[in-house]
């Protein structure tokens, strides 16, 4: 993971010394904070678009912002044929760079759109990538497979890995290809220690969540104008306590890049105040103690093997109405036991390549803006697959049409 300094650093939580990283702690680097420099407002020759954003320095050297006064979208990045480091999938494409700052290359004429208007790609279950090949079975599955586990594992965990695989690319990575929303699920192992908390999805991850916090932290300091969704949910054997310090890590690992909950913020606000991160916490007796925390953020999940019956679950749900805020369409396909056993040699990555193209064309039909059948972000399965990433950027040219 690479880091850099952070002129406007962020804030450590005043209960940063109660023990909120495990032992043996990996310290954070010390990140001093530098007087503000003068307004952008008060600057002479500022474009307007830029006034009212902050200064931000890496390690002491003054950085510029990447693209802003691009008025066009990235084109869809080139997609190659080579095997991410985070997983062992053949025939997928590594991840991209070319969208990696694509907020920042919007038109400006999008920069006061509010972020529930515009087209944002997101990753289903972000953190499958790296699910634990010792790991128990979650304790939420059900008792005949944890059984399975214990007693056939050599022949229970290959089915279950290939079939609760929906990431390749790591969480470095999937920000740089474009990535803006990413599925968090959290849990605490029943066998584990005290407050280390694993991601989960049918196993555990080996990834930790403090871990993989600062990870995206580290990425968004080097990329000072995008802005990430955090879906927090699952919580599978959280505790009010073990609630109580994930917030605690939460606040002292992106400070100040926090947005609080309120009206949905444009990027052009964002920007001014320095905020990259709006956090969705599905747990609201939480989300009511913190006010930088936003409550969870709907998901149509269709829960379809196949994708003509997805795209008829997903239609019927536009049909009723957008929420009023940030939502995600979901255009992850879902196996059943029936499908499993007739299909022993597939896997959800086969299932998912099989229905991408049709899942792809309903995508580039889209169009992102406030009327009902408008949608927003818009998650999948293997993100860096058939250019489905740049198909969720691409949208947003739509609303330069009007």
């Known amino acids: 993971m690479q880091g850099a300094g ?24 010390k990140r001093l904070r530098l007087p503000r420099a003068r307004g952008l407002s008060e600057q002479p020759g500022v474009p307007a ?24 979208l990235p084109a869809r990045p080139p997609m190659g ?22 907020m920042s290359a919007l038109s400006s004429r999008l920069w006061d759109v509010p972020l529930h208007q515009l087209s944002i790609p997101g990753s289903h279950d972000t953190m499958t990538y790296c699910l634990n090949k010792k790991s128990p ?61 694993h991601f989960v999805h049918m196993v555990y991850t080996t990834a930790l969540v ?21 879906a927090c949910r699952n919580f599978e ?11 605690g890590c939460i606040k002292n690992i992106f400070g100040d890049m926090l947005c609080p909950r309120g009206e949905v913020p444009t990027l ?26 936003w409550p969870g953020i709907p998901y149509w999940w269709g829960n379809k093997v196949k994708p003509q019956d997805l795209v008829h679950y997903l ?16 255009i992850n396909l879902t196996e059943n036991l029936e499908f499993i056993l007739a299909h022993p040699a597939w896997s959800l990555q086969k299932l998912t390549l099989s229905g991408l193209p049709y899942l792809c064309a309903w995508v580039r039909a889209q169009c992102p803006g406030s009327a009902a059948g408008c949608t927003n972000i818009v998650a999948g399965d293997f993100i860096g697959a058939s250019g489905f990433v740049s198909d969720v950027i691409g949208l947003n040219r739509k609303l330069l049409r009007g």
């Open 49 to 72: 678009g830029l006034r009212g954003q902050r200064v931000r320095c890496a390690r002491g050297v003054p950085r510029g912002d990447a693209r802003t006064d691009s008025h066009d």
């Open 237 to 247: 054997g959280m505790t009010e306590g073990l609630h109580e310090y994930l917030v």
């Open 137 to 197: 079975i979650s304790s939420q599955e059900p008792r005949l497979l944890q059984l399975l586990r214990k007693v056939l594992p050599c022949v229970t965990l290959p089915v279950v890995l290939k079939w609760s695989t929906t990431q390749v690319l790591s969480v470095t990575e999937q920000l740089d290809a474009g990535v803006r929303y990413l599925d968090l699920r959290i849990a605490h192992m029943e066998e584990g220690s005290e407050r280390n908390l």
């Open 268 to 293: 052009r606000q964002l920007w001014s105040r320095g905020q990259q991160v709006i956090l969705s916490y599905e747990d609201e007796a939480t989300v009511s103690r913190h006010v930088e925390l």
């Open 210 to 230: 403090e871990d993989t916090l600062t990870e995206i932290s580290e990425w968004l300091e080097g990329h000072p104008r995008e802005v990430v969704i955090l």
């Open 6 to 29: 952070r002129g406007m650093s962020r804030r450590r939580s005043p209960t940063s010394g109660s023990g909120c990283f495990r032992h043996p702690v990996r310290p954070l680097r």
């Open 81 to 102: 044929g080579q095997v991410s480091s985070a997983g062992s999938f053949r025939g997928l494409p590594c991840a991209s760079k070319a969208n990696a700052d694509w």
């Open 315 to 330: 239609e019927r749900m536009k049909s009723c109405g957008r929420p009023g805020g940030l939502f995600v369409a979901g």
